[in-house]
């Protein structure tokens, strides 16, 4: 049985594999823990404080105070020895040390099924946060992460693990995802999430889940319920539309292909209804920059790309945070290609705010080893003094290897598993009850 665990500090990073020897029973021999600088980290240990904890199958919590992980590859935990052999065991339960938690397969394999029978609020979120982790660095496949939260997410009472769980969801279904898969798991999380609302008490949960239900409606069928939400001003009973919920909603609407423009522009005239403030303004930009038009994808290009444009840093932003929409995949394709064919002329010739949120608005971030190519021959190409934009490049490198990686997996996740079958022989056909399961004739002796 084995652990693993990045630990990272700063700018130094390290690995940690913890190893136990032991029976079916109880952990017999030794307990280590294993550290191992990370690649981007400094090329040194560091010491750690440390608490682990320990879990039986009723998910019992037993803890192991003040475990020291010294400055060296190997560290023995000797408070381990002797101990039943636990269903699974996670380090840094009270987030003593700034680091990354590497579960091992059995230890993930139980917290998958039974997180919501952990005790301690802080340990489902580190817990949550470990398996977000090894999502991210291209260990485990998002659907696995969204698996557990399905399963866990009805029972959590606390409304900091829902909050950043849901944050997470949303960016594991919108990143982390092949686009093929995207719908599917939104249309799942949609519904869990209006289950919970039906039960919810507590009103901070209440807000979160009512965001939330807005957030992952990526189907035309559930955006004509938050149709219905916004004409009755209230979701669920105890659920009132607050401003930025309607605003949420209509943003969501605008994006949708079925619906009619016509629609769409009297829901934004009722909710603006004559307000000419520069929040109003952004909101209405945001909303028509996420509209499935060829036509109006391509006259916001041209304005976003215009040397000579005037209009203020905000108004640019509002627009160009609706723009990329992955769900208009068929209208956003042609602007791979012409992102990368004019993001050196707006690094050079505007203002580096500009440059920055024209980046972070506007840059694709589908993985493909087509766009990774590109990527890296414009990092070769952007001059050394425009620090700012080679870092988002380099970390855009690596966000492209971390997404190709983690589609990889979610593919073979999604794969349908092989299904096996008894071979029988000619034997197995002729004699029927006459042949065991593998085919072989059974002769009885004659008494």
């Given at each position: 049985?084995?652990?693993?665990?990045f630990?990272?500090k700063?700018?130094t990073?390290?690995?940690?594999?913890s190893g136990?020897?032991?029976?079916?029973m109880?952990?017999?021999d030794?307990?280590n823990?294993?550290?191992t600088c990370a690649?981007?980290g400094?090329?040194?240990?560091?010491?750690?404080r440390l608490v682990?904890?320990?879990?039986?199958?009723?998910?019992?919590?037993?803890l192991?105070?003040?475990?020291l992980v010294l400055?060296?590859?190997k560290?023995?935990v000797?408070?381990?020895?002797?101990?039943?052999?636990p269903?699974?065991?996670?380090?840094?339960?009270?987030d003593?040390?700034?680091?990354?938690i590497r579960?091992d397969?059995?230890?993930?394999a139980?917290?998958?099924k039974?997180?919501?029978?952990?005790?301690?609020?802080?340990?489902?979120?580190?817990?949550?946060?470990s398996?977000?982790?090894?999502?991210?660095?291209?260990?485990?496949?998002a659907t696995?992460?969204l698996?557990?939260?399905?399963?866990a997410l009805?029972f959590?009472?606390?409304?900091?693990?829902?909050?950043?769980?849901?944050t997470f969801?949303?960016?594991?279904?919108?990143?982390?995802l092949?686009l093929?898969?995207?719908?599917?798991e939104?249309?799942?999380?949609?519904?869990?999430?209006?289950?919970m609302?039906?039960?919810?008490?507590n009103e901070?949960a209440?807000?979160?889940?009512l965001?939330?239900?807005?957030?992952?409606?990526?189907?035309?069928?559930n955006r004509m319920i938050l149709?219905?939400?916004?004409?009755?001003?209230?979701?669920?009973?105890?659920?009132?539309?607050q401003?930025r919920d309607?605003?949420?909603?209509?943003k969501?609407?605008?994006k949708?292909?079925?619906?009619?423009q016509e629609?769409?522009?009297?829901?934004?005239e009722?909710?603006?209804?004559?307000d000419k403030s520069?929040?109003t303004?952004?909101?209405?930009?945001?909303?028509?920059a996420g509209?499935?038009?060829?036509?109006?994808?391509?006259?916001?290009?041209?304005?976003?790309?215009d040397?000579?444009?005037?209009?203020s840093?905000?108004i640019?932003?509002?627009?160009?945070?609706?723009?990329?929409?992955?769900?208009?995949?068929d209208?956003m394709?042609?602007?791979?290609?012409?992102?990368?064919?004019v993001?050196?002329?707006?690094?050079?010739?505007r203002?580096t705010?500009f440059?920055?949120?024209?980046?972070?608005?506007?840059?694709?971030t589908?993985?493909?080893?087509t766009?990774?190519?590109?990527y890296?021959?414009?990092l070769?190409?952007l001059?050394p003094?425009?620090?700012a934009?080679?870092t988002?490049?380099?970390?855009?490198?690596e966000d492209q290897?971390r997404?190709?990686?983690s589609?990889?997996?979610?593919?073979?996740?999604?794969a349908?598993?092989?299904?096996?079958c008894?071979l029988y022989?000619?034997d197995?056909?002729?004699?029927?009850?006459?042949?065991?399961?593998g085919?072989?004739r059974i002769?009885?002796?004659?008494?």
């Amino acid at each position: 049985l084995c652990f693993f665990f990045f630990f990272f500090k700063q700018k130094t990073a390290y690995e940690i594999l913890s190893g136990l020897v032991g029976s079916e029973m109880c952990i017999r021999d030794r307990f280590n823990i294993v550290q191992t600088c990370a690649p981007h980290g400094e090329k040194i240990n560091r010491m750690h404080r440390l608490v682990i904890g320990i879990y039986d199958k009723d998910f019992h919590e037993k803890l192991i105070e003040n475990v020291l992980v010294l400055e060296q590859d190997k560290t023995p935990v000797s408070q381990m020895i002797g101990l039943d052999e636990p269903t699974a065991i996670f380090l840094n339960i009270h987030d003593y040390a700034y680091a990354k938690i590497r579960l091992d397969e059995k230890s993930f394999a139980a917290f998958a099924k039974g997180l919501q029978n952990v005790p301690n609020s802080l340990s489902r979120q580190m817990i949550l946060r470990s398996v977000w982790d090894m999502v991210r660095d291209g260990i485990e496949p998002a659907t696995k992460y969204l698996e557990i939260l399905k399963i866990a997410l009805p029972f959590e009472q606390d409304s900091d693990i829902l909050s950043s769980s849901y944050t997470f969801a949303h960016a594991a279904i919108s990143s982390y995802l092949p686009l093929e898969f995207r719908e599917k798991e939104g249309e799942e999380f949609f519904n869990m999430t209006l289950k919970m609302m039906e039960k919810e008490k507590n009103e901070n949960a209440k807000k979160i889940l009512l965001e939330n239900a807005i957030l992952f409606t990526f189907s035309h069928k559930n955006r004509m319920i938050l149709a219905g939400w916004l004409s009755k001003g209230e979701a669920l009973p105890g659920y009132q539309l607050q401003r930025r919920d309607r605003h949420a909603i209509i943003k969501n609407l605008f994006k949708d292909r079925e619906m009619k423009q016509e629609e769409k522009d009297n829901l934004l005239e009722k909710e603006i209804a004559g307000d000419k403030s520069d929040d109003t303004l952004k909101f209405k930009l945001t909303c028509i920059a996420g509209l499935p038009s060829i036509e109006n994808k391509e006259k916001l290009w041209k304005w976003y790309t215009d040397e000579h444009a005037t209009d203020s840093d905000k108004i640019f932003e509002a627009s160009m945070m609706g723009f990329w929409q992955w769900e208009q995949l068929d209208i956003m394709k042609v602007y791979v290609d012409k992102f990368f064919e004019v993001i050196l002329d707006v690094c050079k010739k505007r203002p580096t705010h500009f440059s920055g949120y024209f980046f972070r608005c506007l840059a694709p971030t589908l993985a493909d080893p087509t766009l990774l190519k590109k990527y890296e021959e414009l990092l070769k190409i952007l001059p050394p003094e425009i620090k700012a934009r080679r870092t988002n490049v380099e970390g855009e490198i690596e966000d492209q290897k971390r997404l190709i990686r983690s589609y990889e997996l979610c593919r073979l996740a999604y794969a349908p598993k092989k299904q096996s079958c008894l071979l029988y022989t000619s034997d197995a056909a002729d004699e029927g009850l006459g042949v065991d399961l593998g085919g072989r004739r059974i002769i009885k002796k004659k008494k």
